[in-house]
């Protein structure tokens, strides 16, 4: 966790910030900088609902390449490879809601119920955390699409069908 800064720290630096800013200088973030960055728990569902999209907008051959890779943690991946803008937004939003699933649950912020929630695309996150069997992800990935589809409106329902009836070379 990030050290716990005073609000007079916190107006300082941003008012640093705007300095720079002012003086036509580029702010960027430390890469190696840990940020803490409170998150709604509601906030989380908007952002698995942004992975749904982006992964029923891909076929399912693809996507479930692109689960591989991240369930091997990239050792197939060369460096010379081509960019894949899929590979890298399914690892960066998988990964946000696995942080905030995680440290949900180490700050207490988690409940246990016997109601029913909709669960699969964490089921997804969760089977590429682990080793799971390719079969049991491409199963996993089919529940999460259904489950996609069924709340979504019929012109997206359409559109999510014509991309699943497209083969990878013709996307």
């Given at each position: 966790m990030a050290e716990k800064l005073t609000k007079a720290q916190r107006q300082k630096n941003l008012a640093k910030a705007k300095e720079h800013i002012k003086n036509n200088k580029v702010v960027t973030v430390d890469r190696d900088a840990i940020i803490d960055i409170p998150v709604l728990g509601s906030f989380r569902d908007y952002i698995q609902e942004t992975l749904n999209y982006i992964l029923s907008s891909h076929n399912q051959k693809d996507v479930i390449n692109v689960l591989a890779h991240i369930q091997n943690n990239f050792q197939d991946i060369k460096e010379d490879d081509p960019y894949d803008?899929?590979?890298?937004?399914?690892?960066?939003?998988?990964?946000?809601?696995?942080e905030i699933n995680h440290q949900a649950a180490e700050q207490g912020k988690t409940f246990a119920t016997e109601e029913k929630f909709d669960e699969s695309m964490s089921n997804l996150?969760?089977?590429?955390?682990?080793?799971?069997?390719?079969?049991?992800?491409?199963?996993?990935?089919?529940?999460?699409?259904?489950?996609?589809?069924?709340?979504?409106?019929?012109?997206?329902?359409?559109?999510?069908?014509?991309?699943?009836?497209?083969t990878s070379n013709e996307d």
């Open positions: 803008p899929l590979l890298t937004s399914t690892w960066c939003l998988m990964t946000l809601i696995h996150i969760n089977s590429v955390d682990q080793d799971s069997d390719p079969e049991v992800v491409k199963e996993l990935f089919k529940t999460a699409l259904k489950t996609y589809k069924d709340k979504v409106p019929d012109d997206i329902k359409s559109k999510v069908d014509e991309i699943e009836k497209k």
